[in-house]
């Protein structure tokens, strides 16, 4: 079982739609959480960090479940820009942050 | 400000050739990262360093693969004698402080290797 696994999707849906992926880890002691997004053949930026508590940036929320490991990501209102790939990034308490191999989002007219 | 920059951006090798990519993290980044992107997967570590120290170089897959930060600013990475399956997108992050994996990496545009 991979540390960080992500269903690659693609995930269809239209303009306005909204959409969740989650992430789930294996890594029990892992300490930090991220989600970033990465364009088709362009470097990954981040999108938000996840904390414990949850937290929210405009049409973007992140949520923890540490009982469940894993992490989610909701994105309302989706849109057309929203396309991209979305990946998870799970730090397990060491140098080494492991990535998903992310969740393509794919958002039509 | 200026970002992460890399260079090249693509590089064509025959195989058996020996390759160096170049990463300018930004000024005063203390952590920089090397990582391996194939293509539909997400980036896979290679190694960190933090300032000059290479404090982590568990992800280098073979003795082929060296990578050096000897003034902690510009690193690079060496691939020897490179094989077709070295044929990937290699990224350099960069964070401000010594949390590595714990804070905000930002990323340079990649190097395109492609390996005939």
């Known amino acids: 079982r991979k540390e960080v696994e992500q269903d690659p999707g693609p995930f269809n849906v239209p303009e306005g739609a909204t959409v969740a992926f989650n992430c789930t880890y294996s890594n029990s002691a892992s300490q930090s959480f991220f989600w970033y997004r990465q364009d088709c053949r362009k470097e990954p930026k981040l999108l938000m960090s996840?904390?414990?508590s949850g937290n929210e940036d405009g049409r973007f929320t992140a949520q923890l479940n540490r009982a469940s490991q894993y992490i989610s990501l909701l994105i309302r209102d989706s849109k057309l820009s929203d396309s991209a790939t979305y990946l998870c990034?799970?730090?397990?308490?060491?140098?080494?942050?492991?990535f998903g191999r992310g969740t393509s989002l794919i958002v039509h007219p | 400000g200026a970002g992460v920059s890399q260079s090249p951006r693509y590089k064509v090798a025959k195989r058996g050739q020996d390759v160096a990519l170049r990463c300018d993290p930004i000024s005063g980044h203390v952590s920089l990262f090397w990582y391996q992107q194939a293509l539909g997967q997400g980036p896979e570590f290679l190694t960190y360093?933090?300032?000059?120290?290479?404090?982590?170089k568990s992800g280098l897959p073979s003795d082929r693969f060296f990578a050096e930060r000897p003034e902690g600013s510009v690193s690079t990475l060496k691939i020897q004698r490179t094989q077709q399956e070295d044929s990937a997108v290699y990224l350099c992050?960069?964070?401000?402080?010594?949390?590595?994996?714990?804070?905000?990496?930002?990323f340079g545009p990649g190097t395109r290797l492609l390996v005939l």
């Open positions: 360093f933090q300032n000059e120290a290479q404090l982590d």
């Open positions: 990034v799970v730090n397990g308490g060491s140098y080494i942050p492991t």
């Open positions: 992050a960069s964070s401000p402080l010594v949390g590595g994996a714990q804070e905000t990496q930002y």
């Open positions: 996840v904390y414990s």
